[in-house]
């Protein structure tokens, strides 16, 4: 009979150690699936970012080719036919369109990026002449606004 116990003892320790390293083995193998999901939502997340920048640098592409493509016609014109008081004008003009490329970069930054976006609107909110007469809360006064 003590043998018999012995023994029972014996296999009901080796179930238990059985059954703790199936345990421990599945939660590797969670622990691993988990950080690979996790390293695809990066990657997915990175691609994301990368669809978004690769969108922003076309729309500057296009900006500056809109504003750089008619000054280099006006100047192969000029040189091809020769100067006249028409190219002169739109020699003009698009050297005006050269120099608002670099206004509009930015203005596609804040269009395209969402933190410098909110930066500006930060910045503008927090100006003295943007707030409204519903935001300066003064009792028993009139509310001014700058000229």
Known sequence: MAVLGAVGIILVTMVCIRIYLAVR????????????????????ANFSSLAKSAVGIFYVYLVFLVCYLPFFIVVVSIQTKGPSIIFKKLHLSTITLVFLNSSLNPVIYCLKMRHIRHAVMNILRNMSWFRSCSSIQIIGSACHTMP
């Open 25 to 44: 083995r599945h939660k590797n193998q969670i622990q691993v699936l988990q950080v690979q999901q996790v390293a695809q939502a990066d990657e997915v």
